[in-house]
């Protein structure tokens, strides 16, 4: 199947358009999820922690689950002259919105941590092992400021 680029963008366009009119009017709620936390889940290590450069922070369980989400997603069939690049550059644009989107939030870490890397490292692992567990932040324990 080959498809121009206009109706790649025409494409995503409508899928935006139906999941913002149609999912919310659905009785299921929407449960977020990859495949890293199914493999969590059921007891696989995390693995060492990696920063990759268009990725960001992750360790190689959940690399090798979104490598497992991305080769499932539909994006992935989708071919502009008979390469696969929309899945690459979908994975790659939401990278960075998430950076562009937490700058202020890693820019706050920066400077208040004396180990980067070391802070983000553990906030990264605190996190997914929340979500594996399908715990919510407590903050009913953090203090009135």
């Given at each position: 199947?080959?498809?121009?680029?206009?109706?790649?963008?025409?494409?995503a366009i409508a899928v935006m358009r139906v999941r913002l009119?149609?999912?919310?009017?659905?009785?299921?709620?929407?449960?977020?999820?990859?495949?890293?936390?199914?493999?969590?889940?059921?007891?696989?290590?995390?693995?060492?922690?990696?920063?990759?450069?268009?990725?960001?922070?992750?360790?190689?369980?959940?690399?090798?689950?979104?490598?497992?989400?991305?080769?499932?997603?539909?994006?992935?069939?989708?071919?502009?002259?008979?390469?696969?690049?929309?899945?690459?550059?979908?994975?790659?644009?939401?990278?960075?919105?998430?950076?562009?989107?937490?700058?202020?939030?890693?820019?706050?870490?920066?400077?208040?941590?004396?180990?980067?890397?070391?802070?983000?490292?553990?906030?990264?692992?605190?996190?997914?092992?929340?979500?594996?567990?399908?715990?919510?932040?407590?903050?009913?324990?953090?203090?009135?400021?």
């Amino acid at each position: 199947m080959h498809f121009e680029p206009k109706d790649v963008i025409t494409i995503a366009i409508a899928v935006m358009r139906v999941r913002l009119r149609v999912v919310p009017k659905l009785a299921y709620p929407f449960v977020g999820g990859d495949f890293g936390e199914t493999m969590g889940t059921y007891g696989v290590p995390p693995g060492p922690y990696l920063v990759l450069p268009f990725r960001g922070a992750t360790d190689v369980r959940d690399f090798a689950g979104n490598y497992i989400d991305g080769f499932a997603s539909p994006l992935r069939y989708v071919r502009y002259d008979g390469r696969n690049y929309v899945g690459l550059v979908k994975s790659s644009l939401g990278s960075m919105d998430n950076r562009a989107n937490n700058i202020i939030t890693y820019r706050d870490i920066e400077r208040a941590s004396v180990d980067y890397y070391s802070t983000l490292r553990t906030y990264y692992l605190q996190r997914r092992a929340r979500l594996i567990e399908d715990r919510s932040v407590p903050t009913q324990q953090l203090p009135d400021f």
